[in-house]
């Protein structure tokens, strides 16, 4: 059994996009009906939207709030505060402006509202860090806590992906030095953690695109986590570093927090194993804190406190200063100790891991994906360090041997060597592992209104033969006569004129043409142009099921893994006009055979289809004796924009 003791400092938080525009109520909810609107120069365009969303409310500004709360800073404020005569504070800005927010409020008991722009995680505790002649003193009351936290995720997107590191990583902080806490107990664990596994989450996702709402929501979510675990349980070794080096050396708060953290994690692991396993587990590290400082270096942030610009013979009275006072830290605090931390810091050592697979694996794995960082393109860096760490996973979970991996290159090899003109062996991979259709179903996803498409499958070739309206692509080939007798419109069913259709399909006996070196030119396929009334028809032959070609790698895969290599009857199209997206699709035979075992996965349900059987005269009167089949079918095309 736990024994603990669990301190709320209850705020209301209100947390979403847009929640700016609630601003206005959160106030009046408060009682406060004349503000003062509280901001900082850089920040001009967030406060301009807040004092809009605000009107009448405002009843003045100050925007000069900077960091570390400079009493003289306060006393001007409040200047401001008194001469309008206001009944309330909203902040809009980081923790400096968070911090002036707090001193007022200390001095007048006026309930706060704030907006945080970044993730220090001030704005949900009840302390207060304020400069006066050069030294900052930290107190703590209820009367500093904000009533009110409206986080607006929208707010966050300007913030540079730099300081979008070194404050995710603040709140990093505040969640590391919560877990091994004396204070720590049930609820701040569970918040730390899931604070970690969000920032571990969000910042590379940042790295990649910094406008990713997703990962900007989780990075707010998890600051206000860490701020909550801040203020609920006191913070060891760390936060004395940090706030020594930026009170007294005038260190960045949230840089200095970035660099200091693998170090002051390390000097704490022998004496909290239990809590860096489960921050590693959080991240997905094999180590807390060379992981973290893993971390941090993949993602271009400040690893040394030599480029913060700390002269190193500031380092003696650094540990000094911080080592002058005892205070509560998992493993005891020496000046040996905290001077080593210092060094570690300064000189931006990475922090020993224990040696293992693992942690090399991982090392290697975040130099790959770093190694990437330069591609101008955000949408490269992504897929391909996604696809880094995606292989890297994959041979780490099964273990790959070297003579798996040298079988793998040699399957790919002999994929690449089959590949010419008329063979496409890539493609036959891509179809039968499925991943072709996975593309296919996601952009489906993307125009629901319009015809599903399918896979192009191996066997299209550039440049098929321009084919008559109600000519015949079947080259006299034998098989069930098909008339088929389409039309293109597009999503409002407009008919789509001048589309180019080409069509493509097999024989009766399940072959294309380019597999029938027999045969002298291209047969069973054709390129047509709809009509006014975006219409084609044609005649052809009812295509059968066929088997994909089995001499190849593919086919060899198939048969070693007792899988069948049929596909479902089907005819092919791919439809181009101008103003539309292009459709690359098949029909499928209603009835027809592998229906539910296609071996390439094409099979949609809004694509399986009647080819009608028929007898009797023909629609265009050539004549047929026996049974002929006919498709009737309207595709409707996606508009290009959008
Ligand atoms: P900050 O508020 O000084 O902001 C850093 C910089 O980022 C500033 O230049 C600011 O203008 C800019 N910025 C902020 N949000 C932005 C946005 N969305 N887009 C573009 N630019 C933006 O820094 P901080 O790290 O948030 O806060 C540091 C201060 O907060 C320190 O004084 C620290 O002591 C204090 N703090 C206090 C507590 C507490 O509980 N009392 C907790 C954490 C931090």
């Known amino acids: 059994m736990r024994t603990f003791v669990y301190t709320s400092h209850p705020s209301r938080v209100v947390f979403g996009a847009g929640t700016a525009g609630r601003l ?97 995680g001030s704005e949900v505790t009840p302390v207060l860090g304020e400069t006066r002649d050069g030294r900052k003193v930290t107190q ?80 707010l979510h998890a600051a206000w986590l860490a701020g909550t675990c801040l203020a609920a349980v006191g913070m060891g070794l760390h936060h ?60 271009g942030g400040p690893t040394s406190l030599r480029d913060l ?32 931390v210092l060094a570690g810091a300064w000189h931006g050592c990475r922090p020993a891991g224990p040696p293992s697979t693992e942690a090399e694996l991982a090392r290697l794995t975040e130099q790959v994906v770093a190694s990437f960082a330069q591609a101008p393109e955000a949408r490269v860096r992504t897929l391909l ?70 896979v192009l499958g191996p066997f299209y070739t550039e440049g098929p033969p321009d084919t008559p309206r109600g000519g015949d692509i079947s080259g006299g080939l034998p098989g069930t006569p098909l008339w088929v007798d389409v039309r293109v419109a597009d999503t409002g069913g407009a008919p789509v004129a001048d589309a180019v259709v080409d069509v493509w399909q097999s024989d009766e006996d399940g072959f294309y043409d380019v597999q029938l070196p027999e045969l002298a030119g291209p047969v069973l396929r054709g390129r047509l142009r709809t009509d006014a009334e975006g219409r084609i028809r044609f005649w052809s032959i009812l295509p059968s099921e066929y088997p994909i070609p089995g001499d190849g790698p593919v086919g060899q895969m198939l048969k070693a893994t007792g899988r069948h290599p049929f596909r479902a009857p089907h005819l092919h199209f791919m439809i181009d006009a101008p103003g539309h997206r292009r459709l690359v699709t098949q029909l499928f035979v209603s009835g027809g055979a592998y229906l539910d075992s296609d071996t390439v996965f094409g099979v949609k349900d809004e694509l399986v289809v009647d080819f009608t059987p028929q ?27 959008g």
Not at 330 to 335: K, L, N
């Open 385 to 454: 360090g996604d696809l880094v760490r995606h292989l890297h996973a994959f041979v780490a979970a099964n273990d790959v041997t070297d003579a798996e991996w040298r079988h793998a290159i040699d399957f790919l090899t002999r994929t690449g060597e089959i590949c010419g003109p008329t063979r496409q062996e890539f493609v036959l991979l891509s179809d039968t592992l499925g991943v072709s259709s996975a593309v296919d179903l996601l952009t489906n996803s993307r125009t629901p209104h319009t015809t599903p498409s399918a």
């Open 24 to 120: 206005g109520e959160e106030v009046e909810r408060l009682g406060c009906s004349r503000v003062l609107l509280l901001s900082s120069g850089p920040l001009a365009a967030a406060s301009a939207k807040v004092r809009q969303e605000l009107g009448g409310l405002v009843a003045a500004e100050f925007d000069g709030a900077v960091m570390h709360t400079p009493v003289e800073v306060t006393e001007q404020a409040l200047g401001v505060l008194r001469e309008a005569s206001v009944d309330g504070i909203v902040a809009v800005g980081g923790g400096s402006t968070t911090g002036l927010s707090k001193a007022l409020a200390l001095r007048t008991g006026l309930p706060q509202v704030i907006l945080p722009t970044t993730y220090a």
């Open 140 to 219: 703590s009351s209820p009367a500093i806590l904000p009533e009110t936290v409206v986080y607006d995720v929208d707010f966050t997107l300007t913030l540079p992906l730099s300081l979008t590191v070194t404050s995710g990583v603040n709140a990093l902080a505040h969640a590391v030095e919560a877990l091994y806490s004396a204070d720590a107990d049930p609820v701040t664990d569970q918040q730390a953690l899931d604070a970690i596994a969000r920032i571990g989450r969000a910042l590379p996702r940042l790295a990649a695109d910094p406008a990713d709402l997703e990962a900007r929501a989780d990075l």
């Open 309 to 340: 610009g700390m002269a190193e013979s500031d380092l003696a009275s650094a540990a000094q200063a911080a080592a002058s006072t005892p205070y509560p830290n998992p493993r005891e605090v020496t000046a040996e100790g905290i001077a080593e």
């Open 240 to 299: 004395k570093l940090c706030h020594t080096l930026g009170g007294g050396f005038d260190l960045p708060h949230a840089e200095t927090h970035t660099v200091v953290l693998p170090h002051a994690m390390a000097y704490n692991a022998p004496a909290a194993p239990g809590v860096m396993r489960r921050i590693a587990d959080a991240l997905g590290v094999p180590d807390a804190p060379s992981g973290v400082h893993d971390l941090v270096a993949s993602l």
């Open 615 to 641: 007898s009797g005269p023909t629609p265009d009167g050539r004549p047929v004796d026996g049974e002929w089949r006919r498709l009737d079918y309207r595709f409707r095309l996606a508009p290009l924009a």
